[in-house]
């Protein structure tokens, strides 16, 4: 099973042409899965509630059939962050699992980060993870990763792999994957935006430097901080579903949750 | 507020010798908290239980009677691990931090490791964070790093800095407690041992290299992988009590409980 992840730096308010780029940096490379960034197509700084209004997608129109149909064209699994126009009304966060067989999964973004909170509506989804060809995929946006029960979550509703579609300005998380993935055992693909934006007083430079760490915490990826591409490897569910750390540890059964605290 | 990390080498059995050791480490450096290893003067690898048994203290019996008055001649906080013979009869791998003022407090580790599960009986204290002239300190000890519900748990609890008692083996440790850090916006000092010990057909090396990383993900200290000392830094708690990441996103408070898995 290929993991691709596609690392972009879309133009701001350009969807149509940052898909058409997503699509061709897809074409460079043949994987079951493709994972792309947090808000793929739309870029990120909003500067008011009706701007991203108008750049938000309702989980069916014209917009998301083309990534179905890429989908289709590849025979793969795609997952993608947009902008959601929920049917109530309220604009989310949102990735979306697209799959040849058409099937579709919205994960509305439980964490919102920073200046978000001024945009988007909190997450109503709760975390999903979606079986595919063998393959459980957690889906997960961004500062999701910041809050260690998001991922934990995910592995406990068993998950071979986190598809984290991101827009990282801060600079931990590539790093913190490593605890997110030895502690869980699983997959983590972080695929992360390069570039900056400055729509606003505020500059926001994004991280790249995407990465794609093994349940015993290998960089199997790391790209770039600052060039666009795709970057593909294989994974292996054994490694993913064997959660014993020895002869006497079990990652997860070994919890005991009655010492926990959860407020 | 300095806080010493003092990692040793302790020779399996010769009780006395070990603390000698330790104190001899502890009056090369002056600090208001001293933390010691898990296991800090008894060696690890036992090879039944009758011999643990021997090796084992009682909360109040001369051995821990040595640190209760160290504490009182350094004016100092002290945490160290020992193995405990409770009043239950039972044997617990704990930690115990004793203060100048005669305050005793007992941490009995949650989360054994390998074959400590076939000497020990897991802990049954739960997580305790103990206020000693202004910094809440946390009681962990080495596996129970692993679990990112552990230190999540203290800092729910109030910890300003997490007394890591450790004996660590596994490589993964002091990367991941960068994490561990940074989500939870507190110090970790993780105290670890050197050396090796192959009192069985097993041979144990344990890692050394104690870290002390703050709250912004820091490594203030990061001791040697193979030698034994003492090492100091300072603390400030203003640093560990923010936990605003910015102006929207609090590090516990965003924290969306209704939708995190516990089973």
Not at 150 to 162: K, N, P, Q, V, Y
Not at 181 to 198: D, F, K, L, M, S
Not at 225 to 246: A, M
């Amino acid at each position: 099973m290929k993991v691709a992840m596609v690392q972009n730096n879309p133009v701001f308010g350009e969807k149509n042409e940052n898909i058409k780029e997503l699509f061709k940096l897809m074409e460079r490379g043949s994987a079951d899965i493709y994972i792309l960034q947090e808000l793929a197509y739309t870029g990120y700084q909003f500067r008011s509630k009706s701007e991203l209004q108008e750049l938000s997608d309702t989980a069916d129109n014209e917009t998301i059939l083309k990534f179905k149909e890429k989908a289709v064209q590849k025979n793969s699994c795609i997952i993608f962050g947009f902008s959601e126009m929920g049917g109530d009304g309220k604009i989310y966060n949102s990735s979306m699992l697209v799959t040849p067989e058409g099937k579709t999964v919205i994960y509305r973004k439980t964490h919102l980060f920073y200046k978000e909170n001024l945009f988007f509506t909190p997450g109503n989804s709760g975390f999903i993870v979606h079986e595919w060809r063998g393959i459980k995929i957690g889906l997960a946006i961004c500062f999701d990763w910041f809050f260690s029960e998001s991922f934990r979550t995910l592995a406990l509703m068993g998950a071979d792999i986190i598809a984290h579609c991101s827009n990282l300005v801060m600079p931990y998380c590539q790093t913190a994957d490593y605890a997110r993935a030895i502690e869980n055992r699983i997959y983590i693909a972080t695929v992360n935006r390069i570039g900056a934006e400055e729509r606003t007083d505020e500059k926001l430079t994004f991280t790249g430097q995407s990465v794609l760490v093994s349940p015993k915490g290998d960089y199997l990826i790391k790209a770039p901080v600052d060039e666009t591409g795709i970057f593909i490897h294989e994974i292996d569910t054994t490694l993913s579903r064997n959660k014993q750390l020895n002869e006497f540890n079990h990652v997860l059964n070994d919890r005991r949750d009655l010492f926990y605290k959860k407020g």
